[in-house]
């Protein structure tokens, strides 16, 4: 994989998010409280999680570009964070998101790749994947897309009646997921202000200068409303971004324990066992294979794993995968043999 310098667009007002956002700006909008990948801090921001995706997809230098309440942004990241190179790129007026990003593309030299996303945007796409796609690619420029999930419910109807109701359905429609992928210079012809998606990119698409990548059936959420927030904060409530992917609590009782994780393709936990745990893994979707110090046992969708205590063992993902985990309660009984990602100052050995 070559050098890939990654771009996060900070400088809009947040407008919808008023009065939150008048002393905040949009991206350090807290989504998860009592938790943080920064040290000193107290609190996981949408920013927190778009930086963590970019160190642990191989980003070594990132370029924020920031406007109003600049000043929040750098008081909380500095010139380095995580052992990435921070720069800010910062516009006085602003002039949409196409200025912006033209600003920011001035500091990426002709043979870098860069990946730029917006700064409201909360995703669990597997960013290394889409790099690595967007390094073969013949297109200059690619975009993340997803299939959009009706605001609304819907109702079927049959004849003269209605037969059924579906909330929130995915339909079968893709939306600009809000995250790009540039092999090198970006082409913006003669346009130099306004939003990017509604001038270069129509204008890219018609001289089939426009990729995508995909990925379906992940979270993705752009937090734009006060609604939206609350969605967001109701999905962090108990969970924890890993560098692999995430892990949620969905019950714990004094009897026992049942967790959701979800592991990128080409991903793995550390490798790790438990004193006391004694768990099963249940494959919702995807495969790969748990990696014992004798053996690998593989699975599949509807497969079952059980690893007892004291078993050192690591979790690989040849796709995305989404497991449950049932065990005994014992939340905090992790000890990490090996770990094979960069952990942040307070990712403590309590999970792998």
Not at 52 to 71: C, H, P, Q, W, Y
Not at 131 to 150: A, N, R
Not at 184 to 191: A, Q, R, W
Not at 232 to 247: A, C, L, Q
Request: proline share 4%.
């Amino acid at each position: 994989m070559n050098k890939t310098a990654g771009m996060i667009l900070c400088g809009g007002f947040g407008k919808r998010l008023r009065p939150l956002t008048e002393k905040v700006p949009k991206p350090l909008v807290e989504i998860k409280y009592d938790y943080s990948i920064l040290e000193g801090h107290d609190t996981y921001t949408i920013l927190d999680k778009q930086m963590f995706d970019f160190k642990n997809a191989g980003v070594d230098r990132v370029l924020l570009l920031t406007g109003f309440l600049s000043e929040k942004i750098e008081e909380r990241y500095g010139d380095d964070f995580n052992g990435m190179k921070i720069e800010y790129v910062i516009e006085d007026e602003p002039l949409g998101t196409l200025n912006a990003i033209r600003l920011g593309m001035e500091h990426v030299n002709n043979k870098e790749q860069c990946v730029i996303r917006n700064g409201d945007v909360v995703a669990d796409l597997n960013l290394k994947k889409m790099i690595h796609q967007g390094e073969k690619s013949d297109y200059p420029l690619s975009m993340f897309i997803t299939k959009m999930v009706s605001p609304y419910g819907i109702v079927e109807v049959s004849g003269d009646k209605l037969v059924s109701f579906k909330e929130k359905p995915v339909l079968d429609y893709y939306i600009n997921g809000g995250i790009y992928f540039s092999n090198g210079e970006i082409n913006f012809g003669d346009f130099e202000i306004g939003d990017i998606e509604k001038t270069v990119f129509p204008m890219m698409a018609s001289e089939n200068q426009l990729g995508y990548y995909k990925e379906d059936g992940l979270f993705w959420m752009a937090i734009d409303t006060s609604k939206e927030l609350e969605q967001i904060r109701k999905e962090y409530k108990n969970r924890e971004d890993k560098p692999w992917g995430y892990e949620k609590v969905l019950i714990y009782t004094e009897k026992y324990l049942t967790k959701e994780l979800f592991i990128r393709e080409g991903y793995q936990t550390s490798f790790h066992y438990h004193a006391e745990k004694d768990e099963t893994m249940y494959i919702v979707s995807g495969s790969g294979y748990i990696e014992f110090e004798d053996r690998k046992e593989y699975f599949g969708k509807n497969d079952t794993v059980r690893i007892e205590p004291g078993k050192p063992h690591s979790i690989v993902a040849m796709e995305n995968t989404v497991l449950h985990e049932v065990s005994t309660p014992h939340l905090n009984d992790t000890i990490r043999v090996n770990d094979f990602y960069v952990r942040a100052a307070q990712d403590k050995s309590i999970s792998p």
